[in-house]
């Protein structure tokens, strides 16, 4: 009989994200950052997918026939995106608040949308073409074990897109000090110690067997809020393949 993977969800992180359910999809509730954070997140996104299958740009479906896993979903900021530009999506969160609230809000914006509460490790053989997961490598109990569970979901030929804070003196200012001492962001959402520096973050994913095609910083700007940049020290995404 085969042991069943262990958990690489941390329950008191679920719970903390889990009791904000009701807020994600209010931009001015407690998840206003994701808001935020999502127009710069999203041209990202799009970015790499028209990259890595020769899209125009211009196509309002570019993810048509294409099976697309955000893990860490939350209620659905990014799968409804997802399922707009035509992909069949496929949502999980550690929250089943979270997964309620998504599948709610999918329901009044007309959107088939598979939600799933629990962690990576549920999916057993399922693979997809596009695996994302923002901001939540470092809420999870064991990193490796996680990113080798993205690694197992991402189909031969497919896109794996991660973002994180990097763990540096700007990022604790930013999103401790300032954003959780302020009230911009509920208090007890980071933990400095547990946020990766891009090269143990790609260090984790060659251990996989991914290979990382792409990093990129998202940096914020006085007067465009959250950008893209080559400025890595706040936040960052990495785009990887398999090897």
């Not at 693979?127 to 999870?140: G, R, Y």
């Not at 003196?169 to 300032?178: H, M």
Request: with cysteine; proline share 5%.
């Amino acid at each position: 009989m085969q042991t069943p993977a262990p958990s690489t969800i941390d329950p008191a992180e679920a719970a903390h994200f889990g009791a904000m359910a009701a807020e994600w999809w209010d931009p001015k509730g407690s998840s206003a950052m994701l808001h935020k954070l999502n127009p710069a997140r999203l041209s990202y996104l799009r970015e790499r997918i028209d990259a890595h299958w020769h899209g125009d740009g211009a196509s309002f479906t570019p993810l048509s026939a294409k099976r697309v896993l955000d893990v860490g979903c939350g209620a659905g900021l990014l799968c409804e995106p997802f399922a707009r530009l035509g992909a069949a999506v496929t949502g999980i969160d550690a929250a089943a608040e979270n997964i309620a609230a998504a599948r709610a809000h999918a329901t009044l914006s007309g959107l088939t949308i598979d939600y799933r509460a629990g962690g990576i490790e549920a999916l057993a053989s399922e693979t997809f073409d596009l695996v994302t997961s923002l901001e939540v490598i470092e809420h999870v109990a064991t990193p490796d074990a996680f990113v080798a569970g993205l690694a197992a979901a991402l189909a031969p030929g497919g896109l794996l897109i991660l973002s994180t804070p990097n763990r540096t003196a700007l990022s604790r200012l930013a999103l401790i000090t300032i954003g959780e001492g302020l009230g911009r962001i509920p208090r007890g959402t980071h933990d400095w110690e547990k946020f990766l520096a891009p090269d143990e973050l790609i260090e984790l994913l060659e251990a996989a067997g991914l290979k990382v095609i792409d990093t990129r910083g998202l940096s914020l700007s006085p007067a465009r809020g959250f950008v893209m940049s080559d400025d890595m020290k706040l936040d960052y995404f990495v785009t990887a393949v398999n090897a």
